[in-house]
């Protein structure tokens, strides 16, 4: 069973660009999670889906910064006109939900955003 | 609102000896989840340890236990018998509830080096 993965694991952007970064969830998992984790910090929370709903959005930046987890295919955060902020590595997490019984949440490994 | 605290930026330890990583917590809620994770140099988030609200005994998995003192707020990872690759940084975190569901907070984590 494949943990959960995430894409690009690397990503260099230009100021201004779009970055886009992709997260797919363990098989049987519909709640995914994003992290930000800044140079020499913590984790902090982004947001939390379920198929096609944001549940929580609390931790998202007002602007340029938005979330997606459609139907099919992965989740996707997006970054739009990347700011040398941005620059940072964004972690994604899987549950299987209130349904399942596992405590547990699963780390992905990362993707790393340089904004050069 | 949910708060985590690690005050020791950074710790060192020697191999084979005993380490605390010391952890405080807050929150309103009666139902909670404490986690430990470990996140060694190559940047993925390893996690070690959990401890519920209403767990009656202390969770250790291995090397690793956690003291946990519920009226203290307090849950620190105690690693016994240190070993060389145990040199990461580790995060405690906090969930509210006790199921795999909702967004996770983490402390600013406390950097582990292990002495030969």
Redesign the interface.
């Known amino acids: 069973n494949a943990g959960v993965m995430q894409n690009p694991r690397h990503l260099v952007r230009r100021r201004g660009q779009e970055a886009r970064l992709r997260c797919s969830p363990m098989k049987g998992h519909s709640?995914v999670?994003w992290?930000r984790q800044l140079p020499e910090?913590?984790?902090?929370?982004m947001v939390?889906l379920q198929k096609e709903n944001i549940i929580?959005e609390?931790?998202m930046p007002k602007e340029r910064f938005s979330a997606e987890f459609p139907k099919e295919g992965p989740s996707i955060l997006r970054i739009q006109q990347v700011v040398r902020g941005d620059s940072a590595?964004y972690?994604c997490?899987s549950?299987?939900?209130?349904s399942?019984v596992?405590?547990?949440?699963?780390?992905g490994?990362?993707t790393?955003l340089t904004v050069t | 609102a949910q708060k985590i605290t690690q005050t020791q930026p950074g710790m060192f330890v020697q191999e084979k000896e005993a380490v605390t990583l010391d952890c405080t917590y807050d929150t309103s809620d009666p139902s909670y989840g404490l986690f430990w994770y470990k996140q060694p140099s190559s940047g993925e988030m390893i996690f070690l340890i959990y401890q519920g609200s209403y767990d009656q005994q202390n969770a250790t998995e291995g090397r690793y236990s956690l003291n946990f003192q519920k009226a203290r707020k307090s849950a620190n990872l105690v690693i016994s018998a240190s070993q060389l690759g145990d040199s990461a940084m580790y995060f405690c975190a906090m969930r509210e509830g006790t199921t795999n569901a909702g967004k996770s907070t983490f402390g600013d984590g406390t950097t582990l080096t292990v002495k030969p």
């Open positions: 709640h999670y992290y910090e913590g984790l902090k929370f939390y929580d609390s931790g590595a972690f997490a549950s299987q939900g209130t399942g596992s405590y547990e949440q699963y780390f490994p990362g790393r």
